[in-house]
């Protein structure tokens, strides 16, 4: 690991990326690096959209900290094959669970969290990173947009049902955190807060940026209410992966064969899912990020603001850490989710 920069460690290995399989830290990588190999037995993790992706990798990487993990998901018999293959190898001695939640429902939710709470009165990291990408227009069971329903309220709620558990969970030498999930695709929308089901004008990227921008907005916020309480809101871009996310641009192999080949610069940065799982574990583990929160981590450094609206050139745009529109989302948000916080 680099010794550049305790907030830019790796920064040797992104200076010149080679594609997926790099030298760009993965995961795991992460845990080896800060020394955490069984060293956090004892903390309780939770991790959403663990059963596919970037959020398998997530759950292999804190399982290997011997914590309890807990693996949010939607398919039982899925979520059991990720956990027994992640039990195959992992050198983890913490437990690694299950609890079903659909996060097109608010009621799964909650029942999902009652579920949660009756295995466990501990709650260290929250790791919200499931999420639907370019869906096309459709609600949730509550009617909500998809996207904003999935990615941005059902991660609210359930962060607001598990705030005393975070806030009681926290200790002087490991503050909760919260890890929001967001990417670079923030930069095609601010919130819409006269119609955040962009009624009439729905396009699937726009509604995705803005869902990316509302989990942002909602980590900072976390940080300006409760960082002094003891629970720290962090968001993090994962980097360029092609995963099952894309499955609404790329609908086959073909497909994504054909796009990267006519890409020469996204396939210089493209990450596996190891890689693209390093950014957010760093956030939830390092301890750089002790007692820290309000910052967009990408490239597993802090982001840069800037207005270049390519997404391969990362950085972000500087509506993110308006506090107007972070304290207007979190009021709507509670009032959208029936929550009086």
């Known amino acids: 690991m680099s010794s550049s920069c305790a907030t ?9 990326p080679k594609g997926s399989g790099d030298i760009r ?17 004892g903390k309780v993790m939770l991790v959403t959209g663990s059963t596919s992706g970037i959020g398998v990798d997530t759950v292999r990487a804190l399982h290997l900290t011997g914590a309890d993990v807990y693996m949010q998901a939607r398919d039982l018999k899925k979520a059991e094959t990720v956990r027994n293959d992640i039990l195959d190898t992992s050198e983890g001695k913490g437990k690694l669970e299950i609890v079903i939640m659909d996060f097109e429902s608010f009621k799964s939710i909650r029942e999902g969290v009652k579920t949660f709470l009756s295995k466990t009165q501990k709650l260290n990291v929250l790791i919200n990173n499931a999420g639907v990408r370019n869906t096309p227009e459709g609600q949730t069971i509550d009617g909500f947009e998809t996207q904003f329903g999935v990615n941005h309220l059902a991660h609210f709620l359930l962060f607001q049902l598990l705030q005393p558990t975070l806030q009681a969970s926290s200790t002087p030498s490991f503050n909760s955190r919260v890890i929001n999930v967001s990417s670079g695709a923030h930069k095609g929308s601010k919130i819409n807060f006269d119609n955040p089901n962009l009624k009439g004008i729905y396009n699937p990227r726009l509604a995705y940026s803005q869902s990316k921008t ?12 409760y960082g002094p309480l003891g629970i720290h809101g ?16 790329l609908r086959s192999s073909e ?15 493209l990450k596996n899912t190891a890689q693209g799982a390093a950014t957010q574990v760093w956030a939830a583990v390092s301890k750089v990020w002790e007692g820290q929160g309000a910052v967009y981590l990408e490239e597993c450094r ?10 391969l ?23 959208l989710v029936g929550s009086t916080e």
């Not at 830019?8 to 200076?15: G, I, Q």
């Not at 830290?25 to 037995?41: C, F, K, R, Y």
């Not at 050139?313 to 709507?332: H, P, Q, S, T, V």
């Open 313 to 335: 050139n990362g950085g972000y745009k500087a509506y993110i850490f308006d506090k107007e529109a972070e304290e207007k989302l979190w009021d709507m948000s509670c009032q």
């Open 25 to 41: 830290p993965t995961s795991v990588q992460i845990i080896h690096d800060e020394g955490l190999v069984n060293a956090m037995a």
């Open 8 to 16: 830019n460690p790796y920064a040797e290995a992104h200076a010149d």
């Open 214 to 225: 509302a989990n942002i907005l909602m980590a900072n916020q976390i940080e300006r209410l």
């Open 234 to 249: 962090l968001s993090v871009h994962p980097g360029c992966i092609v995963t099952n996310l894309q499955k609404h641009d």
């Open 255 to 269: 497909e994504r064969d054909n796009y990267l080949r006519g890409n020469p610069v996204l396939q210089k940065v």
């Open 302 to 311: 802090k982001g840069h603001e800037s207005d270049e609206p390519d997404l």
